[in-house]
């Protein structure tokens, strides 16, 4: 168990930014490259200050072609770099997806081990930044339907920063999904500079008998939320939180539903064709089918872009009061 005082507060943000800074000084072959990251400090600030340590040689302004970026970092992974890239917004990797999908998450397949590619796309996704449809969309279930690649979105300063170090030191291409609305969120991170989580995990974020709730991103915080709410009316709910959604850790899910018997998956993205989708399929095809007492519920986005309006927007995603109504509705309670 790690001290609290080996520990300290900071943002989600800062977290991102300090995991590239331990890795990029200690491995020189980590580079780093995007739109506006070197003297702007990037979109959203993550790389404020990494040009004045690490010099032009090795944090990249680029200019704006989705497609250079990713596919100059295949390129320069398969010949030995470590690329870190930024993609502005989640959105724009529609532009980067031939060389991502037809060449990074292949490459090692098709030359039978012998080529590595050890890059890491990090991907600022999902709504609440009034950012309207084409700066809002969440579209992870599209990456995980790729052989080759990795697909992880921490949901804490600490799970970010233990798992940008993991990505960066993967030997296989990394999308890493970070939601916009967490980044100024605080929480203790380790400063061990060798502190990295496994990819390929789910946790268990809270401990509960009745109901079993998977979320991830800023959809955890509702759940917690709503749990927190619950527990006054003696509702114990379970909370899992897949930090890997690609390749799935699908144990811990499974073990939980077959405690409570009751199971609720929930995220930002669109409902139809989600990840949420996923991992219903996989525990109806298990063993927890059995013990299921009622039927599953989806919680996820409305089957609609992404609304520039405030409260539309907040409308097109899951809340805290959905989940709360879900599991009265899995109880009996409504």
């Known amino acids: 168990m790690m001290k609290t005082s080996d520990m300290t507060k900071m943002t989600y943000r800062d977290a991102i930014r300090l995991g590239i800074t331990e890795e990029m000084r200690l491995d020189r072959d980590v580079?780093?490259?995007?739109?506006?990251?070197?003297?702007?400090?990037?979109?959203?600030?993550?790389?404020?200050?990494l040009l004045e340590e690490f010099g032009e040689e090795r944090i990249l302004d680029t200019p704006i072609s989705e497609g250079a970026i990713v596919g100059t970092a295949v390129g320069a992974a398969t010949t030995g770099l470590r690329p870190v890239c930024e993609i502005m917004f989640m959105d724009f990797i529609t532009l980067g997806l031939d060389a991502l999908v037809n060449q990074g998450a292949k490459m090692r397949y098709m030359f039978g081990g012998q080529c590595r590619v050890p890059m890491v796309l990090?991907?600022?996704?999902?709504?609440?930044?009034?950012?309207?449809a084409q700066h809002s969309q969440s579209l992870e279930a599209w990456l995980c339907h790729v052989p080759g690649l990795k697909v992880v979105t921490p949901s804490t300063p600490a799970q970010a920063k233990g798992l940008i170090k993991a990505a960066i030191r993967d030997n296989n291409p990394v999308c890493f999904i970070e939601h916009k609305m967490l980044y100024d969120t605080v929480g203790l991170v380790p400063l061990d500079d060798e502190y990295t989580l496994e990819i390929g995990k789910t946790i268990v974020e809270r401990p509960g008998k009745d109901v079993t709730i998977v979320a991830y991103g800023t959809t955890l915080a509702k759940a917690i939320e709503a749990a927190e709410f619950l527990d006054e009316e003696g509702i114990r709910v379970e909370i899992l939180n897949p930090l890997t959604l690609y390749p799935?850790?699908?144990?811990?899910?499974?073990?939980?539903?077959?405690?409570?018997?009751?199971?609720?998956?929930a995220h930002e993205a669109v409902k139809t064709g989600g990840v949420g989708g996923e991992i219903v399929a996989r525990v109806v095809e298990s063993e927890a089918f059995d013990y299921l007492t009622a039927p599953i519920i989806r919680l996820?986005?409305?089957?609609?872009?992404?609304?520039?309006?405030?409260?539309?927007?907040?409308?097109?995603?899951?809340?805290?009061?959905?989940?709360?109504?879900?599991?009265?509705?899995?109880?009996?309670?409504?």
């Open 248 to 265: 799935m850790d699908m144990k811990p899910i499974i073990e939980s539903v077959i405690k409570t018997g009751c199971l609720i998956v």
């Open 300 to 334: 996820g986005g409305l089957d609609v872009p992404i609304p520039f309006n405030q409260e539309l927007e907040a409308a097109a995603v899951p809340q805290r009061n959905d989940f709360v109504h879900g599991v009265y509705r899995l109880l009996n309670r409504e």
């Open 31 to 49: 580079i780093f490259l995007g739109e506006d990251i070197g003297v702007y400090g990037g979109a959203f600030g993550v790389s404020k200050g």
């Open 122 to 132: 990090r991907l600022p996704a999902g709504s609440g930044t009034g950012a309207a």
